[in-house]
């Protein structure tokens, strides 16, 4: 049963999340918190993150740091949303957050951000017979979800958070009918369009997600914030919402305090979360919404869980393998062929752990390496390792960090021609206990495609044996193999400068 933390760094608010994953069963919370910081204001005011912003967020993140240390997780991911990603000096705050936080903090994409929310609804509500709408109304940006049948189809993300909308549009308090019309066409602009993207059809459900969703739902369910978990699947009307976005708009702050379920801090900012709420609902043609507690920290979990973070998974999970073959596909990479050198490479890896000696996760980095390795011949045959690199570290990749993404680009990278070199720009991401284990994987890489050199798949498996400080690499095939034993005896003279051992090859009859 292993525990995972989670911590999610919003525009608005930081969440911190610790739960075991049960098996077969809803997550059980260990550890929770939240802590309004408000780090979007000054991005969406002045591009930057203000220092007071930094430090107040670099406060909260060691105090998050303590608990989760404490809890004994098997694994932890920090993200950054929608604000980070805006922020001029982002690279500054990274350094700051990741060495508060305990660990490395990633700026996730929309499209990433949005994986994790659906991942979270499903973790808590699990729904695999319906054609579900997810909106998640943040602090930067709203997060669109379709999903069906247990699947997430499709996602956008518009930059209609409520700090965000706040700074940009409302001035005064109340805000003028002036102010309020110009969000308002702002809001129908961004939306314009995602309702055809999605599809027509009947929606079974939608799901309103994220604080904005949850101070609706106490108001409109006339509940305390100190009873929040009973909104939970609250259903909330189109009317509803309407009626109290009217509310709101013309309230003072003072008055929007006073509203049941709706905290002080949440009053400052819920007049443009209420209406991206209702508009949303009106241009999908909407009549309700249900409130979901569910969040990108839940989801977080469930994917460290799914992609078995901490323990002895070598090999990578369905979402992840559907999401490489996907991106390999888009760029005209042969499946079979990206399936062949995917397996012998994996093979390779286990075979070989007592040379390379590296921690069996790194296997799944190897495995999203053989799938990718050829997508530069996209953009030109000539140096097509570089194009690889380039694509892969410029790719949208959910299901992999930040970090996993660029040592997948760099094996990319160095499937063929030189090793890497310390003038190399490529690597300037990567620490260098992440470049050594790049540099122990590219041997297996090279090998396994050079095993299917031909294309044609005439290798069906591989046995490693090492023995007297050689490696024997045996072949299993039915057929005639010269070309993919002449490529592999090519691709063994890395294998030589890395571990520093021969490897020799033998062929094995069926």
């Not at 260990?30 to 780090?39: D, H, K, M, N």
């Not at 369910?221 to 009626?243: C, E, P, T, W, Y």
């Not at 209702?278 to 909407?286: G, N, R």
């Not at 390792?385 to 990278?413: Q, W």
Request: glycine share 8%.
């Amino acid at each position: 049963m292993p525990r995972y933390a989670a911590i999610d760094i919003g525009s608005n608010s930081i969440r911190m999340e610790v739960a075991d994953e049960i098996p077969g069963s809803s997550m059980k919370i260990v550890a929770s918190e939240r802590e309004v910081t408000r780090l979007g204001e000054s991005v969406f005011r002045t591009g930057r993150i203000s220092s007071e912003a930094m430090d107040l967020t670099c406060q909260v993140l060691v105090r998050m740091a303590d608990q989760y240390k404490k809890l004994d997780v098997a694994g932890v991911r920090a993200v950054a949303t929608s604000a980070v990603r805006d922020a001029r000096n982002q690279a500054e705050f990274l350094g700051r957050a990741s060495q508060s936080a305990g660990t490395v903090v990633d700026v996730i994409s929309g499209r990433e951000e949005a994986r994790l929310i659906y991942l979270g609804v499903q973790s808590r509500w699990p729904i695999t017979s319906k054609r579900v709408l997810i909106m998640d109304v943040g602090g930067g940006s709203v997060e669109l979800i379709a999903g069906e049948n247990g699947r997430m189809l499709d996602a956008v993300s518009k930059p209609l958070g409520a700090v965000r909308l706040r700074e940009v549009f409302l001035g005064h308090d109340p805000p003028t009918d002036l102010e309020l019309h110009r969000m308002r066409e702002f809001i129908a602009e961004k939306l314009d369009g995602v309702a055809r993207r999605f599809g027509a059809g009947r929606w079974d459900l939608a799901i309103g997600t994220s604080a904005t969703a949850a101070a609706v739902a106490r108001a409109i369910g006339g509940v305390s914030r100190s009873n929040g978990d009973r909104v939970d699947r609250l259903r909330m009307s189109a009317a509803q919402i309407r009626k109290l976005s009217q509310k709101l708009n013309s309230s003072d702050l003072a008055a929007r305090r006073r509203v049941v379920g709706i905290g002080p801090r949440r009053a400052e900012i819920i007049i443009p979360g209420v209406s991206v709420l209702a508009q949303v609902l009106e241009a999908f043609h909407l009549g309700a919404v249900r409130y979901s507690t569910a969040g990108v920290r839940d989801g977080i979990i469930a994917d460290l869980a799914a992609r078995g973070v901490g323990t002895k998974r070598a090999q990578l999970n369905a979402d992840q393998r559907r999401e490489v073959e996907k991106l390999s596909t888009r760029y005209g990479v042969s499946r079979k062929h990206s399936r062949k050198v995917a397996a012998l490479a994996v093979s390779l890896f286990h075979s070989l752990q007592p040379l390379h000696r590296l921690p069996l996760e790194m296997g799944k980095l190897l495995e999203a390496a053989a799938f990718l390795h050829d997508i530069g011949h996209y953009i030109s045959d000539l140096s097509h390792h570089k194009h690889s690199y380039y694509i892969v570290a410029n790719s949208d990749m959910p299901g992999f960090t930040n970090r996993e993404r660029e040592i997948v680009a760099n094996l990319c990278r160095y499937h063929r021609k030189a090793l890497p070199a310390s003038h190399h720009p490529n690597q300037k991401p990567l620490s260098s206990e992440e470049m050594q284990v790049v540099v122990r994987l590219i041997p297996l890489l090279r090998l396994a495609d050079s095993l299917d050199r031909s294309h044609a798949q005439r290798i069906e498996s591989v046995e490693c044996r090492i023995q007297d400080g050689t490696v024997t690499v045996q072949l299993l095939s039915p057929g005639d193999i010269d070309l993919e034993l002449w490529a592999a005896d090519q691709a063994a003279e890395a294998f030589r400068q890395v571990y520093k051992v021969p490897v020799v090859f033998a062929r094995k009859r069926r």
